[in-house]
């Protein structure tokens, strides 16, 4: 008999069914045991009389039963069990109590557990709203003639400058994680004009933050031809519309267990850095440098939203000071790159890039950087390359954002912090 699934119980009433799953919870009333069976699509209620011994709770199972209405099971409907199957036992009672899952309880045994906690319906839910939001991003950019590409994650040099770079032994050189696809990326515009990439980025942060990880999912886009990089922002607003509108479709289960309150996709403003900054001296009485940090982004989120009723906003014209060697300076110290905040924080950089050799040069010069540590990745200036801008939104911050989750780890299956290499 072909399986039928949690969330489909309702169209087999009357019938027997065979179902496929965990055993998520157990309880027994005397004559009568009472399961919940777990499975991909949701959980069901499942009743038994003494003739199956349960085993303990995530033991993996097959039950054959017929469907019954009973206004009080979850769900509203239940299967009476003619037959059980234990696929493997539990051998020990689980770390956690997964059906009583709680953001707030103890986030560190969470994670401590997290090959089993993450079977939780909510602590998976993120990941599967994360994985239809990469569905979309792929989705919307095929459309939109770029082409996926695949570069290496083992590098010679930083693409971002800074130190945060995770150092690794290459045989007899040294040889680095890549912090960004940004110089490959690049480098594929001059092949095929429109190029994204969804791959881990590798950080060495050294602080342990709620939005902070040293190994994150960067969604990386860069296109060709451009005249400004406010074709690069209007690309990214359609992006993230298509992204939401994927998630909310197909995941929208988990984005209801979640509760999922949808952001302002209508409007997303942009407000130049320096405007930004006046704003927040003036009239939020922040102090503020060249780069917004995190209290300045999250005030700045804050008024955006009493003032304009939006949750996304970009800040454009960065200063020189505050962008890696690559932005297109525009000659008053200010250059065409931006960021995006959605809800408060940093989602995505992105910007007009330099395209000519010389004007790469002296940027690198004037950074401090020495031109010759670059050699490989300049070299594809000296043939053509065109116009061009991008971005890459942070994955798990962007889901963190759209889900309300208090922390950023719990957006990554697996996460990596400065004192967590396991699980
Ligand atoms: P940037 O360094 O700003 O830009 O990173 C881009 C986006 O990646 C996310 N992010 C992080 N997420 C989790 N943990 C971290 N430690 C972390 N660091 C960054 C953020 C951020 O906005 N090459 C440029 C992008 C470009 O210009 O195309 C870059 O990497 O969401």
């Known amino acids: 008999m072909s399986r039928t699934f949690a969330s489909q119980v309702a169209q087999h009433v009357g019938q027997t069914v065979t179902l496929e799953g965990f055993l998520h919870w157990k309880r027994d009333l005397g004559g009568i045991q009472f399961l919940l069976l777990r499975d991909r699509s949701g959980i069901v209620q499942v009743v038994t009389d003494r003739r199956f011994a349960l085993p303990l709770a995530e033991s993996s199972l097959k039950v054959v039963g017929r469907v019954v209405a009973n206004p009080k ?36 045994t969470l994670l ?17 709203i994360q994985a239809a939001l990469v569905r979309g991003f792929r989705s919307y950019l095929d459309r939109q003639g770029f082409t996926e590409i695949f570069t290496p994650k083992i590098v010679s040099a930083g693409a971002e400058g800074g130190s945060n770079l995770f150092g690794i032994d290459y045989f007899e050189h040294r040889a680095y994680l890549a912090q960004s696809p940004q110089l490959y990326k690049q480098i ?71 509760q999922v309150e949808w952001p302002n996709l209508a409007e997303m403003p942009r407000l130049e850095h320096a405007e930004a900054r006046r ?53 008053d ?13 940093e989602i995505t950089s992105g910007g007009q890039r330099i395209h000519r050799y010389e004007v790469l040069v002296e940027q690198l010069r004037k950074k401090g950087h020495d031109p010759a540590q670059f050699a490989g990745y300049l070299e594809v200036f000296k043939f053509g390359m065109p116009p061009h801008g991008g971005f890459a939104i ?30």
Not at 75 to 93: C, I, N, R
Not at 238 to 255: D, F, P, W
Not at 289 to 308: F, H, S, T
Not at 333 to 345: E, H, P
């Open 394 to 423: 942070g994955a798990e911050r962007l889901t963190q954002k759209l889900l309300g989750l208090p922390n950023v780890r719990y957006a990554r299956a697996f996460p990596r912090d400065r004192h967590r290499l396991t699980p």
């Open 112 to 128: 401590e557990y997290r090959y089993v906690s993450l079977r939780g319906e909510k602590a998976r839910a993120p990941l599967k």
């Open 333 to 345: 110290g200010s250059t065409r790159g931006f960021d995006l905040l959605f809800r408060g924080l």
């Open 279 to 331: 704003i927040l001296r003036e009239e939020l009485g922040l102090p503020v440098g060249a780069d917004l940090n995190e209290e300045a982004e999250r005030a700045l989120g804050a008024w955006a939203k009493a003032k304009w009723g939006v949750d996304f906003l970009f800040v454009t014209k960065y200063p020189e000071s505050a962008r890696p060697f690559y932005a297109y300076p525009e000659g």
């Open 188 to 258: 594929m515009v001059g092949v095929f004009e429109r190029v994204y990439e969804v791959a881990p980025v590798f950080r060495a942060e050294l602080h342990a933050t709620s939005r902070h990880l040293n190994e994150y999912l960067s969604l990386d886009v860069e296109m060709g031809f451009i005249t400004s990089e406010e074709e690069v922002m209007n690309l990214e607003e359609e992006l993230l519309r298509a992204m939401l509108e994927e998630a909310r479709h197909s995941a929208a289960a988990e984005c209801q267990l979640l």
């Open 73 to 108: 099971a979850p769900g509203g409907y239940e299967v009476l069990a003619e037959a059980m199957e234990f696929y493997a036992q539990a051998l020990e009672p689980t770390p956690i109590e997964i059906p009583k899952e709680e953001w707030k309880v103890n986030p560190e």
